[in-house]
């Protein structure tokens, strides 16, 4: 079964600070992945994704994400974090089904800020 | 970029009640739409996937009586929560597709029942 596992389930950074965030995916397939983030209270935000092509994907917010399907992972990143990216990301893997991707989601990763 | 709105934010009612949470694409056609559960702290949990026009498909565990949805048009569908409880006090979220877009999400709505 697919499956999405983030490993860390809470990283604190300094502010200005470069950032990593694991995911790694379980997909027979060539998969179709995605990074949201959520804020507290709120719905969830696109920050990127991948379907093909250059397996460097650049996002919003600065953000940007790497596809190794050698390891099946698909870290998220930002060279400078900022008090503001304190949030929830989570990420996922699209299962295509019925003419639309179904998500499965990893637990999330916290990301709390220091100044 | 696509957006999403879902309504209310927040509802708070007495237990044994129905409650409706709309869940409408502003400015796109959403062929597909999906609700989720999230408890605090932890992934959303996908609860069914609604195509227009058709009965929606719930994932397993998830009781078709008790949530029941509707998606009448392209761009609205109703998550409506029977004879509330307790028990189903979370944070539900929606999220709208036109097939070929990601999924864009609602802001969610806190329900809680007393």
């Known amino acids: 079964a697919q499956s999405v596992t983030q490993p860390d389930i809470h990283i604190t950074v300094s502010e200005g600070a470069s950032l990593e965030l694991r995911c790694n995916y379980s997909?027979?397939?060539?998969?179709?992945l995605f990074w949201y983030v959520q804020s507290p209270g709120q719905g969830l935000q696109l920050l990127l994704k991948y379907f093909s092509g250059d397996t460097l994907v650049q996002g919003i917010k600065g953000f940007e994400a790497e596809f190794k399907r050698s390891q099946s992972s698909f870290n998220l990143r930002k060279p400078s974090v900022h008090w503001s990216d304190a949030a929830e990301y989570f990420c996922?893997?699209?299962?295509?089904?019925?003419?639309?991707?179904?998500?499965?989601f990893g637990a999330g990763t916290r990301l709390a800020v220091h100044p | 970029g696509a957006v999403v709105s879902q309504h209310p934010s927040w509802v708070i009612c007495k237990s044994g009640t129905s409650v409706k949470i709309e869940c409408r694409s502003l400015?796109?056609?959403?062929?597909?739409m999906f609700w989720y559960r999230q408890f605090p702290k932890q992934s959303l949990m996908l609860m069914a996937t609604s195509n227009e026009g058709s009965k929606a498909t719930y994932e397993q565990g998830v009781e078709k009586d008790k949530f029941l949805i509707n998606h009448a048009s392209l761009t609205l569908s109703t998550l409506t929560v029977t004879s509330a409880h307790p028990e189903d006090s979370s944070f539900y979220i929606c999220s709208a597709t036109d097939s070929n877009q990601p999924q864009h999400f609602g802001d969610g709505t806190r329900l809680s029942i007393l």
């Open positions: 996922a893997v699209g299962e295509r089904s019925g003419g639309y991707n179904k998500l499965i």
């Open positions: 400015d796109f056609q959403a062929t597909t």
């Open positions: 997909y027979g397939a060539t998969p179709y």
